[in-house]
């Protein structure tokens, strides 16, 4: 199959292109004609960690080449699907596209206007009475479909355009399950937070959701006194030399850790990187400096390396 040069002005067809001549029996690359999607999912995830690792370290050179390496797992899976007729490429396009339009009313409109105040009010009086209704308050008067409140965002006075809030979100993507579900069982609200997500990331996601019905902690110090009451357990679990019941206690306090960053709004997953990240320079500092002395980690004690540690934290590494 011959593919266009790397100055063609549509270089996603190029890459299909090359990805489809990979995948053609006989000519194709063995390796690649023995994936599946389930073989490449750890792909899929190790090309988005690498992602987020460029954007750390702040080089967009790497975060360039990384973000195409994500776009190759795209566009594999879109050949997988395409060969068996599933879907391919262009559908996934045009659905995140469909997607994307359905939950921005505000901007796509056909006579998109900027959303006046009483629409956000209109909103968020919904969403209020959609929560009392399912913490079992007394009836309420039926809330207008969540449809019906974002067309209303068209019409008014100039204003500020607001941020999309996580309940006007989370009550879209409702819908949109709603629309896709008419014939099947009714799924709970965290059923389509994805397992294989990191932990710290899922907690945060489950939480949110949660949060999104009105199951949450008010404050942020609430949160904090659940941290020092998993602390208190996990002690008693050590002392019950179970290390079953340890681990659990430790999952716990996890999990609340991750529900105090989210509600001081500090991702989780970022905040232990950046731990690690610091843990590596203050090693690194004390390996240095016993090798000036002709040394090395192993040769000393603890409390030697103890005080190039303290030595390392006071020069701000």
Request: proline share 6%; hydrophobic share 45%.
């Amino acid at each position: 199959m011959p593919i266009a040069d790397s100055q063609s002005p549509d270089s996603i067809a190029r890459l299909i292109e090359i990805v489809a001549s990979l995948r053609t029996p006989g000519t194709g690359c063995p390796w690649d004609l023995q994936q599946t999607h389930k073989t490449l999912a750890p792909y899929a995830l190790e090309e988005a960690y690498e992602v987020v690792d460029a954007i750390e370290r702040g080089s967009l050179e790497d975060l360039r080449e990384e973000l195409g390496d994500l776009l190759l797992q795209v566009v594999f899976h879109a050949r997988l699907g395409e060969e068996v007729g599933s879907f391919r490429f262009a559908d996934i396009a045009a659905g995140v596209c469909d997607k994307m339009v359905r939950r921005h009313p505000h901007v796509f409109l056909a006579e998109p206007k900027k959303l006046p105040p009483s629409g956000v009010d209109k909103i968020w009086e919904a969403m209020r009475l959609k929560r009392e209704a399912r913490l079992g308050k007394p009836p309420q008067p039926e809330p207008t479909p969540v449809h019906g409140l974002l067309a209303a965002m068209a019409a008014g006075a100039d204003a500020a355009r607001p941020t999309m809030s996580n309940e006007v979100w989370e009550a879209i993507k409702a819908e949109e399950r709603k629309a896709k579900g008419k014939d099947q069982k009714p799924k709970g609200l965290l059923a389509d937070v994805p397992s294989t997500l990191p932990g710290l990331t899922r907690a945060v996601k489950l939480q949110r959701k949660a949060s999104s019905v009105g199951f949450d902690w008010s404050d942020a110090k609430l949160v904090l006194a659940k941290i020092r009451e998993e602390i208190d357990e996990i002690e008693r679990a050590i002392d019950g030399a179970s290390r079953e019941a340890v681990a659990d206690e430790i999952g716990d306090l996890l999990f609340a850790v991750a529900n105090l960053a989210r509600h001081v709004n500090a991702d989780p997953e970022t905040a232990v990187r950046g731990a690690n990240a610091k843990f590596e320079r203050r090693f690194a500092h004390i390996e240095t400096a016993l090798a000036a002395k002709g040394s090395a980690a192993q040769d000393v004690t603890l409390e030697e390396m103890e005080e190039l540690w303290v030595e390392a934290k006071a020069a701000g590494l």
